[in-house]
């Protein structure tokens, strides 16, 4: 609801209260058009304004770099501003005013403020939706913190509602967040910011757990589904987080899982263009009017038209066999509109459609892997999704990445996600000092104040002491660097042995992430971070038996499919996914039906079932 509603920009109208004389911050944005195509784009244009500066008011008030008072908030003058935004029409307000992350009374005052004159209002605090440096970064968060919240708490209230109304009577509703964790229902509608980036998530943290189980430290996720493609990478069994996430060009610097997205699904479009190329999305059929295949209208070639004509699905077995392809339509029209126009045959032009989209969301895995200083060939790629399992070999084969695990059911993978997920939640705080000589008193009681808030919220969300883990981290930079790392900390109270510690951590992960480091240059501290968690049960994975069934007897048919110019047309084995058991291995050619998804096993590989029954893929001996 929040990724949609910001994506559609049909969240609520939403005003804005700014320190008097920086109204400007929020209208000027950054000062890059960011890289890429951008860079290049005659017609850029930066993202509509979410709070406009009609709903915009500046309130006389300033607090200076060392968090003092250097002119007190304005009541009167607040009082008025708050009036005519509820005279404009206002759902909600967000409040951002100058370093209000080192003190955060003039926010306070204004949250009573509003309380007063105008309760009914949603109200976002940066102070308590991102207590963090950095004044666009934090306003911009705060902005779409406050246009997303109404809508999402009004669809949280129904739907916690009619799960009641239908029997559900678990005491506490959990939320899927962006940082891959849970949230109740409450904390989510007051901070739905947090949510943007849920979806993706549950995908990886499913990952992580199917991963543990087999024994796997570095994978990545590669989950395809209709219109888009996601990946993200897992290296020594912890996800990576990013604490810079963007929608449509909008900053939201909360941790999160660091997703790359890629349009990239079954639903993505391929036509020629006006040159004579062939162009393979980045807008899709979606599911109506869908694929041309599905027969509802849908006249644009899609992927799945081209994996139907080249062979890969089969017209009767689709969705285990409840959905009827049309494909004679969709050889047809792909013949009208791609191969008729590039000369080639209707197998070449399918063919040829694969393998764009195929280095499309190959470029993705790389975005993670080996652009970010990270051997692709130390990885495992997790497939899933309704189309992860149909690409994903060819993928492997093209990176050179040695194994590929495909999920039991990937097309319920990332909802399977939600339930090997426990309640998350992050905090942060900046402090500007140099690592050398820190004032460790004052650092400890900063991190003191953080570690109890997060006690005292998961208390209030029912949780006791034994169901909580606490984990400190810091962000470091060399001096006047403009960005920083995050780096694991040792559990506070820190020790001055632990600053030499910090330090060997943050150049090492500089030259990971950057492949160089300065051993001499001071380093800077930026911010403290926390995430608190809530241990809740968790779904659990059992290994299965096998009955000793021989894998002959999965065997459904054979049929023609078109590898490619390499292999050409091919008789393949088709075997299906329920009747595989541990210990049963598949050569290729072959394909794997099941009823969310369909798996290709090219003549190179050969695909052995684990005894969780996941695929494990890799290149015959």
């Given amino acids: ?47 509509r304004l979410l709070a406009l500066p009609y709903y915009t008011e500046e309130i006389p008030e300033r607090v200076d770099f060392r968090g003092e008072v250097l002119k007190p908030i304005d009541v009167e003058s607040s009082l008025q501003a708050v009036r005519r935004l509820k005279k404009k029409g206002v759902e909600s307000i967000a409040v951002c005013f100058l370093f209000s992350f080192l003190n955060p009374d003039h926010e306070l005052r204004m949250k009573e403020i ?24 934090r306003m911009s968060t705060t902005v779409i913190n406050g246009y997303i919240a ?18 559900v009577t678990t005491p506490k509703l959990y939320i899927m967040q962006s940082n891959g964790g849970v949230s109740t229902f409450q904390r989510a509608a007051r901070k739905p910011v947090a949510t943007v980036l849920s979806g993706p998530a549950g995908g990886v943290m499913a990952s992580l757990g199917i991963s543990q189980r087999v024994d796997l430290k570095n994978i990545i996720t590669f989950d395809m589904g209709g219109t888009s493609c996601d990946v993200a990478l897992i290296h020594k069994g912890t996800p990576v987080i990013t604490t810079q996430g963007r929608i449509n060009q909008r900053p939201i610097s909360l941790p999160m899982l660091d997703i790359h997205t890629v349009s990239a699904g079954g639903g993505t479009i391929a036509r020629v263009d ?9 807008d899709s059929a979606g599911a109506d009017p869908g694929p041309i295949c599905y027969d509802h209208g849908g006249m644009q070639v899609t992927i799945t038209d081209a994996n139907l004509v080249l062979g890969v699905l089969h017209p009767d077995k689709f969705l285990g066999g409840r959905m009827k392809l049309n494909k004679p339509k969709a050889e047809k029209l792909l013949e009208e509109k ?10 070449e032009a399918a063919d040829g459609i694969l393998k764009i989209i195929n280095v499309k969301m190959e470029e993705a895995i790389k975005a993670v892997s080996s652009q970010r200083g990270y051997d692709i060939r130390d990885f495992t790629l997790v497939a899933f999704g309704g189309g992860g399992p149909m690409h994903a070999g060819k993928i492997v084969l093209d990176l050179g990445i040695p194994s590929l695990l495909i999920p039991f059911a990937p097309g319920v993978t990332s909802a399977l996600g939600l339930l090997m997920s426990d309640v998350k939640h992050d905090y942060v705080r900046s402090k500007l000092a140099p690592l050398k000589g820190l004032d460790l008193n004052e650092i400890n009681r900063l991190f003191s104040q953080l570690i109890e808030q997060a006690r005292q919220e998961l208390r209030a969300e029912g949780f006791n002491e034994s169901e909580m883990e606490i984990e400190a981290s810091v962000d470091l930079r060399y001096a006047g660097q403009g960005y920083e790392l995050t780096v694991p900390s040792p559990s506070p109270p820190l ?6 510690l910090l330090r060997q951590r943050f150049d090492s992960q500089h030259e990971q992430a950057h492949g160089h480091k300065a051993e001499t240059e001071p380093v800077e501290l930026v911010s403290l971070r926390l995430v608190s968690l809530g241990l809740v049960p968790q779904a659990r994975l059992s290994p299965a038996a096998a009955s000793g069934r021989k894998v002959e007897a999965a065997r459904t048919g054979e049929r023609k499919i078109f590898f490619g110019q390499e292999h050409g047309l091919l008789d393949c084995q088709i075997d299906s996914r329920e009747l595989l058991e541990p210990g049963h291995a598949v050569s290729g050619p072959a394909v794997i039906e099941q009823m969310d998804t369909t798996t290709v096993i090219h003549p190179e590989q050969e695909a052995r079932v684990d005894s969780y029954r996941n695929l494990i893929v890799k290149e015959k001996a």
């Fill in 495 to 500: 020790k001055p042995e632990d600053l030499d």
């Fill in 114 to 137: 509003v309380a007063k004159e105008f309760p009914e209002a949603n109200l976002s605090l940066s102070c308590e939706v991102l207590p963090q440096i950095r004044e666009f970064y």
């Fill in 338 to 347: 791609i191969a008729r126009p590039l000369g080639l045959n209707l197998l």
């Fill in 1 to 47: 609801m929040g990724t949609n509603a910001l994506l559609e920009e049909k969240g609520a109208k939403t005003g804005l209260l700014v320190t008097e004389g920086f109204r400007g911050i929020y209208e000027v944005m950054e000062q890059t058009r960011g890289y890429g195509p951008a860079t290049y784009d005659l017609f850029f244009e930066k993202p």
């Fill in 274 to 282: 006006a040159v004579g190329g062939v162009q393979v999305g980045p």
């Fill in 150 to 167: 109404p809508v999402v708490g009004r669809y949280l209230g129904l739907l916690e509602g009619r799960l009641r109304e239908i029997g």
